[in-house]
Each structure stands twice: as C-alpha cells, then as structure tokens.
C-alpha cells in the first residue's frame, strides 16, 4: 500500500498533473485514502447544491473483471491502475435537498427561515424542471466534480486519465444501476504513474480570451 504525503502546493499540482496510462500495478489505495480524496473532490460547488455527482469505485479484480469489455481502448488503465472511478449524474438529486439543507441548518450554516423559503422556491423549480435542462446541468457539475477529483488524486502523490472511450450505454446497468436515473459522465483511472506522462502544449490566453 502507497503512503503518500499530501502536497498542498497548488501551483505545482495543477502544472504536475499528467493523463497517465501504465500505472503500478502493485500500488493500491486504501479506501480510507479514497474515502478522503472523494471528500475533497466533492468541496467542488454544484447548482444550489445539490452535489448530484455519484462515484462507483472499481477496484477488485472481479469489478475491472467486468469493466473490461467496456474500455476496449484503454485495457492498460484498467489492468495497471488501483482503481477505476465512474462518475455518474444523478437526475434525482434534488430527493437530497431535505437532508443538505436541514444538515446546514443543524451546523448553524443556514438559518432556518433561508432554508424553509430555499426549499419552497426549489420545490417548484425542480417540479417542472424540463429534463435536458436537469441533464445539462448534471453534466456540468459532474464535470467539476471530476476535474477536482484529479486535482486532489494529484495532491494525495497519485495520477489520473479522463477517460470518455467507454460503453456509456452499459456500465451503469452492468454494475447495477439505474440507467434512467444516473447519466455516465466520465470514467477515471487512478493510481501511480508506472511512466512519465507527456507534458502538452495549451494556447495562448490571447488566443482564446477577449476583453471588453
């Protein structure tokens, strides 16, 4: 089992982090580690809160066993990794709203009256909420969600790869989930990098900013 010491250097994180393929097959995350780098991944802000990211972590040899036939083009991260993370959107997500909103009351995070006036105005927003509006909306937040997961993966000594090749279609019912309920958003591979990952050019901010 890797033990890491957590860097809290931001600059040298975000410039650090490689898409990863070949890890070290022989480095497992514990899941109290795991526990706690999903913990700061979930600190990622989300619309009124709702947090409806969810997180199917496929570490056993029986689940990648599974997952397999799924990545056909990306075995090498599924094989070598300590485990691969499927992020999924929950479309139910406001059923939590009772359970976020009444724990930030009970914390002294929100006074009583917000959340009662919060819930009532939510209550009607999310009642006629049009479905590729909540779907568009869960995609966004599962995708910040994600990018932070990588950071913190990155800050705990360990590597990510975003993967977006993989059958969306099957995954959630494969593992037991309800298709019409959660959407795949993305399937993460993490671990520690066996390789060096390539650095990558980015454009220039004068090419894709404008001031006004």
Known sequence: MMNTT???????????????????PSVKISKEEMTEILTEATLAPSSVNMQPWRFLVIDSPEGKAKLAPLVKFNQLQNETSAAMIAVFGDLNNFDYAEEIYGTAVERGLMPAEVKERQMGGLSKHFSTLPHEVNKDTVLIDAGLVSMQLMLAARAHGYDTNPIGGYDKEQIGEIFGMDKERYIPVMLLSIGKAAEEGYASVRLPIDRITEWK
């Open 6 to 24: 957590k860097n809290n250097n931001f600059t040298d994180i975000i410039t650090g982090r490689r898409s990863i393929r070949k890890y070290d």
